[in-house]
């Protein structure tokens, strides 16, 4: 088998962050959350129960960044605009139990660089 060439302009880490979003001028109030699988300078991938994410929605995402020692002592929050490029709908059993739920993957591009508050 041969390798892909990797086409991302910026690496991805993995990590789980909580998100919450909301599709810019929509007028519901309530955030869709979910929870990242990776994260870079350039864009995320994160998952969620929501089906309602199209391909060029514009979002404004915020993940909240627990606190750790030695490096962000009091946590925060990155906030910033991106664009859906893809959702992928990824079954799966429920956590830990003999139920079925769908879950949906979402990869989003950056508008501009997210913000970092504390």
């Known amino acids: 088998m041969m390798d892909r060439a990797e086409k991302r302009k910026y690496k991805r880490l993995g990590a789980r962050f909580d998100i919450s979003c909301r599709e810019v001028g929509s007028t519901a109030e309530r955030a869709y959350i979910g929870c990242t699988v ?8 994160f998952e969620t129960e929501n089906a309602t994410f199209k ?3 514009l ?3 915020e ?3 627990p606190p750790r020692r030695g490096l962000l002592e009091f946590g925060g929050r990155i906030s910033g605009f991106a664009r859906v ?3 992928d709908n990824i079954y799966e059993s429920a956590r830990g139990t003999n139920l079925s739920s769908e879950i949906f993957g979402v990869a989003v591009q950056f508008c ?7």
Not at 38 to 45: A, F, I, Q, T
Not at 112 to 118: A, D, G, I, Y
């Open 63 to 65: 993940l909240s960044i």
């Open 55 to 57: 391909p060029g929605s």
């Open 38 to 45: 990776n994260v870079s300078p350039g864009g995320l991938y």
């Open 112 to 118: 501009r660089s997210p913000k970092l508050c504390m």
């Open 85 to 87: 490029l893809r959702a």
């Open 59 to 61: 979002l404004e995402v």
